[in-house]
Each structure stands twice: as structure tokens, then as C-alpha cells.
């Protein structure tokens, strides 16, 4: 889980990187996608652990 976060850290890191000429909106939106494909990552480890995966 640890790992994750990290790499949704840099990920954010790097999207602010390349998009400094991006509007604010732009760059607002791409780091609430990158936040919550981070959750949807940790929930699907979670329901694995529980064994939904079947399901997925």
C-alpha cells in the first residue's frame, strides 16, 4: 500500500511537471483522476485479500 501511494506521489509530480503551461482546471481534474485511480487500486487489493476478485 505503501508503494501505491509513492507511486501516485510521483505520478502527481510528474503530471504538475509537463503540464505547467496546462490551465489550473486541467491540471486540477488530472490529479483527482490520479487520486482516485489510486483508491480504485487499493480497493481492488482489498476486495482480492477478501476474495471478491472473482468478481472483478
Known amino acids: 500500500m ?11 509530480m510528474d503530471v504538475e ?3 505547467l503551461k496546462a490551465s489550473r482546471r486541467v491540471r486540477i481534474a488530472i490529479g483527482f ?3 482516485a485511480a489510486g483508491y480504485a487500486a487499493i480497493v ?3 476486495l482480492q485479500g477478501v476474495g471478491f476478485a472473482r468478481l472483478l
Do not use: D, F, Y
Not at 505503501?2 to 502527481?12: D, E, H, K, P, S
Open 2 to 12: 505503501t508503494q501505491a501511494i509513492m507511486n501516485i506521489g510521483r505520478a502527481v
Open 17 to 19: 511537471a509537463k503540464s
Open 33 to 35: 483522476g490520479i487520486v
Open 44 to 46: 481492488v487489493a482489498g
